[in-house]
């Protein structure tokens, strides 16, 4: 790989753009080799994945404007679809994604932080979607996701006007869910992956597809998503695990309550 980092502590798999000369901007082979890795993950041993970065400066700028100035429309509809493709399937990897976004989330960079389960950042990150201002629109499920995750009126307003946007407002608009100093972010992400990887590994996935799932449709049909994911959990060690500790404790505890004595 010359463009992605990866490396696992315990069940924690971090994967880093690493292109900081290019602000970790997105081409067609960060995109195959970010496609590879997650093809690599070893799931039965990672339960949570962590996204970020190289450097200070930028999580990711963007997507190649180098490489996408020269496309035909034929050309710039595959590029579009490689990177959806990439995008997608971390958007429906099994295991939980958390965005560690350190400086410039731009266009390809925004985009593919929506496409995590969780987003946290930095206090220097800047969020937007400038591509109207490049004479074209977001190709990477810009239009979609940002619609899905703020409101569609803001996204609308952040897309049609190429804005660009600040922690502070990324935070108050639902963008992400926490900000970080630029020290903290990393060791903020993996605590919170860590906490993610201690609980039961079959019922956070399916609590993942349920949510991802359920989103797609109405809600008498996310129901009996929830329904069937949930039955499923029933047949899992970790269940009979967790609920037989659950109820070992709490009559230890009944046992340990003295009663009221009337002298």
Known sequence: MDFILYEVEGAVGTITINREKALNALNSQVLDELSATLDAVDLETV???????????????????????????????????KGNDVFRKLETFPIPVIAAVNGFALGGGCEISMSCDIRICSDNAIF??????????????????????????????????????????????????????????????KKMAAGIAMQAPIAVRNAKKAINDGLQTDMDQAIVIEEKLFGDCFETEDQKAGMGNFLEKDKEKKLKVVPFQNK
Do not use: W
Request: glycine residues 14%; contains cysteine; aromatic residues 6%.
């Open 47 to 81: 339960r949570c994945l962590i996204l970020t970065g190289a450097g200070a400066k930028s999580f990711v700028a963007g997507a190649d404007i180098g490489e996408m100035s020269t496309l035909t429309k034929a050309e710039a509809e595959a590029f579009g679809k």
């Open 128 to 189: 937007g979607q400038p591509e109207v201002g490049l004479g074209i629109t977001p190709g990477f499920g810009g239009t979609q996701r940002l619609a899905r995750l703020v409101s569609p009126g803001m996204a609308k307003q952040l897309i049609y006007t190429a804005r660009n946007i600040k922690a502070d407002e990324a935070y108050r608009i639902g963008l992400v869910n926490a900000v970080y100093t630029q020290e903290e972010l990393l060791p903020a992400a």
